[in-house]
């Protein structure tokens, strides 16, 4: 899968829990989930549920503390989906 | 844990503590009851000269047995006096009124429970058994 796909299906995910609208339409590998697109740490649950739904991988409770921005959920995805 | 041992644990008091009792619980749900005291607070203003239970009480009445007791229930001995507790989200509809002195009991249903956040499927139903309320509702340590 290519980083551009990936960027994509993310955009797709957390569009319903964003809350700044400029940096959603502007998102990129820096782009933090919290910081950045105002997803509140409940929403962010539901945007984990939602990554592990659509890549169908389990994501651990030690990922998840690292998923705080679209490169490291890249990451994660990517790791998640070679150990499958 | 007993139900006995799980309403000592919430972190409410009068007159803020809306459960009676628990019916019954386990990892998948809970089930519980509340009876309105018709000499509540509130219904002195809710509304004027004409007291019907605010739908924001039956919300709390539905967190309270359907996300909190569960919730400790599940986190068992994590959960102590230092654990602080939030309502995250709730989308509610209301189909029925409820006055005093009813008493009512709250069904609830664990959706998932994960990275400290508990989302049930939460229905309250009367006497009658008669839904007054249902929908979901999310909590989560802070």
């Given at each position: 899968?290519?980083?551009?796909?990936?960027?994509?299906?993310?955009?797709?995910?957390?569009?319903?829990?964003?809350?700044?609208?400029?940096?959603?339409?502007?998102?990129?590998?820096?782009?933090?989930?919290?910081?950045d697109?105002?997803?509140?740490s409940?929403?962010?649950?539901?945007?984990?549920?939602?990554?592990?739904?659509?890549?169908?991988?389990?994501?651990?409770?030690q990922?998840?503390e690292?998923?705080?921005?679209?490169?490291?959920?890249?990451?994660?995805?990517?790791?998640?989906?070679?150990?499958? | 844990?007993?139900?006995?041992?799980?309403?000592?644990?919430?972190?409410?008091?009068?007159?803020?503590?809306?459960?009676?009792?628990?019916?019954?619980?386990?990892?998948?749900?809970?089930?519980?009851?509340?009876?309105?005291?018709?000499?509540?607070?509130?219904?002195?203003?809710?509304?004027?000269?004409?007291?019907i239970?605010?739908?924001?009480?039956?919300?709390?009445?539905?967190?309270?047995?359907?996300?909190?007791?569960?919730g400790?229930?599940?986190?068992?001995?994590?959960?102590?006096?230092?654990?602080?507790?939030?309502?995250?989200?709730?989308?509610?509809?209301?189909?029925?009124?409820?006055?005093?002195?009813?008493?009512?009991?709250?069904?609830?249903?664990?959706?998932?429970?994960?990275?400290?956040?508990l989302?049930?499927?939460?229905?309250?139903?009367?006497?009658?058994?008669?839904?007054?309320?249902?929908?979901?509702?999310a909590?989560?340590?802070?």
């Amino acid at each position: 899968m290519d980083k551009k796909e990936t960027i994509e299906k993310l955009k797709n995910i957390v569009k319903p829990y964003i809350k700044n609208q400029e940096a959603f339409e502007n998102i990129t590998e820096k782009t933090d989930f919290i910081a950045d697109l105002q997803i509140n740490s409940a929403n962010l649950v539901d945007v984990i549920l939602d990554i592990e739904e659509e890549f169908d991988i389990i994501i651990d409770n030690q990922s998840m503390e690292r998923m705080l921005d679209i490169k490291s959920a890249m990451e994660i995805i990517e790791i998640k989906l070679s150990e499958k | 844990m007993k139900k006995e041992d799980i309403i000592s644990k919430l972190p409410y008091s009068k007159p803020f503590l809306f459960v009676d009792e628990l019916l019954h619980v386990d990892e998948n749900g809970v089930e519980g009851c509340y009876a309105f005291d018709e000499n509540l607070d509130f219904y002195k203003g809710h509304f004027k000269g004409n007291p019907i239970t605010p739908g924001v009480i039956l919300t709390e009445v539905m967190a309270q047995i359907g996300v909190v007791c569960l919730g400790i229930y599940l986190l068992n001995d994590t959960f102590n006096k230092n654990t602080t507790i939030a309502l995250t989200s709730n989308e509610i509809e209301f189909s029925k009124p409820v006055f005093p002195n009813e008493k009512v009991t709250v069904i609830s249903e664990k959706i998932y429970f994960r990275f400290g956040k508990l989302k049930c499927k939460v229905e309250m139903k009367n006497e009658k058994g008669e839904v007054v309320c249902s929908g979901t509702i999310a909590g989560m340590i802070v």
